[in-house]
Every structure is written in structure tokens, then in C-alpha cells.
T-cell receptor
Framework: GAVVSQHPSWVICKSGTSVKIECRSLDFQATTMFWYRQFPKQSLMLMAT?????????EQGVEKDKFLINHASLTLSTLTVTSAHPEDSSFYIC?????????????FGPGTRLTVL | QKEVEQNSGPLSVPEGAIASLNCTYS??????FFWYRQYSGKSPELIMFIYSNGDKEDGRFTAQLNKASQYVSLLIRDSQPSDSATYLC?????????FGQGTELSVKP
């Protein structure tokens, strides 16, 4: 159990376009989901915490108007990269907090590789 | 100052040897600690977590936690080439996970 999916797994877009990434918890309800970004040879950097039915909490330095997060249901959170530019090219990974598991265990999706031309 | 620190490596060990990965953290309020393995181009996968001082064993993996020293380690016994990956240490902080920069492990046949 505790499977998290992401869609798409990879996307290539032109500079200036918007891209939406979906994160779904398949077999559990996730009141909290997290969005991370990972550049090559670097660790995961938390971008924002997404809570179902409320506004996301963004980490310092992350532009909330550029990275729109919507957590409309207990199984779905979306990240929209608006007006994407080449510097936004990265590996975006979501995770979901399984409320019934102790110790803040998070389950990670397979990631979405975004390339902005 | 980084909140979770790891040696970036690469750490190279021969097949069958013990690989030792280390991690320190700065927030004494952190309660739970996680070790993830990440293969190139893939998402992290959980190896194990630990929250009490001492050792926790799971198969070939042993996690060690010393809260007084703010130190977490992961031992991999009988290392296999398939263990070659980047190992990420993470600590909880205010409901979030703070990751170290990862240690690249290479197991040579």
C-alpha cells in the first residue's frame, strides 16, 4: 500500500508556456502533500506543503505566483509551473503524508522531469 | 549552516564489504530520521526510519541514532553492486522533511 503516482513522467515545453503536474495518492487519503524540486547532482529541495482544502505553504524563495499548487481533494494535488523558462527545467517530485503512519513517513511519487526549451 | 549534512562522497567499497554512511543534523527538535536510496533519474525510495536512540536492523541494513551527538548512520552489510546509488538522510522538522545533500555509494564487483 501507500502508492503515489505522478503524471506526466516527463514533459518538454516551450519557454513561456504553463505546465501542470498531477500527484495522486492511489490507495490512501493524503491530507498533506509536498512538492520538491531536484536539480542534477543536488538533493531534494522542498518547494511547498500542500494541504487539502487550504492554501499551500511555500518555502522561502519559492515564487507562489509562478508555482501554483492546488490540493482539491484528499487524493490529488497539482503543481502548475506558469510561464516556464529554461531555468525551471528540473526533476519535480511529490510526496504524500500518510496520516495513519507514525513518524511523519512520506511516500514519494516517481517524479516528473520538466525540460523547458 | 546546513540543517542536515552528509559526506557527498563518492564512497567506494568492494562487493561484500560493509558500507558506512553518516549524517549529522542541527535541530535538536527533530524526532524521526529517514534513509532513502535514490537511483539516477529516479525518485527516492525509503530504506528505513529510526526514532529511538540505538540501532535498528532490517535485513542487510542497520540504522544507528545518537541524539546526544545529533548523529545518524546507515550500515549496509554484504554490499552488492545493486546498492550503488545516492543515499539521502532526512530529518523531520516541523512536520517537514529536511534532506541532506546525499552520499553517492559505488559498490565495485
Amino acid at each position: 500500500g501507500a502508492v503515489v503516482s505522478q503524471h506526466p513522467s516527463w514533459v518538454i515545453c516551450k519557454s513561456g508556456t504553463s505546465v501542470k503536474i498531477e500527484c495522486r495518492s492511489l490507495d490512501f487519503q493524503a491530507t498533506t502533500m509536498f512538492w520538491y524540486r531536484q536539480f542534477p547532482k543536488q538533493s531534494l529541495m522542498l518547494m511547498a506543503t500542500s494541504n487539502e482544502g487550504s492554501k499551500a505553504t511555500y518555502e522561502q524563495g519559492v515564487e507562489k505566483d509562478k508555482f501554483l499548487i492546488n490540493h482539491a481533494s484528499l487524493t490529488l494535488s497539482t503543481l502548475t509551473v506558469t510561464s516556464a523558462h529554461p531555468e525551471d527545467s528540473s526533476f519535480y517530485i511529490c510526496s504524500a503524508y500518510h496520516g495513519e503512519r507514525p513518524y511523519n513517513e512520506q511516500f514519494f511519487g516517481p517524479g516528473t522531469r520538466l525540460t523547458v526549451l | 549552516q546546513k540543517e542536515v549534512e552528509q559526506n557527498s562522497g563518492p564512497l567506494s567499497v568492494p562487493e561484500g564489504a560493509i558500507a558506512s554512511l553518516n549524517c549529522t543534523y542541527s535541530d535538536r527538535g527533530s524526532q524521526s530520521f529517514f534513509w532513502y536510496r535514490q537511483y539516477s533519474g529516479k525518485s527516492p525510495e525509503l530504506i528505513m526510519f529510526i526514532y529511538s536512540n540505538g540501532d535498528k536492523e532490517d535485513g542487510r541494513f542497520t540504522a544507528q541514532l545518537n541524539k546526544a551527538s545529533q548523529y545518524v548512520s546507515l550500515l549496509i552489510r554484504d554490499s552488492q553492486p545493486s546498492d550503488s546509488a545516492t543515499y539521502l538522510c532526512a530529518a523531520t522538522q516541523g512536520g517537514k522533511l529536511i534532506f541532506g545533500q546525499g552520499t553517492e555509494l559505488s559498490v565495485k564487483p
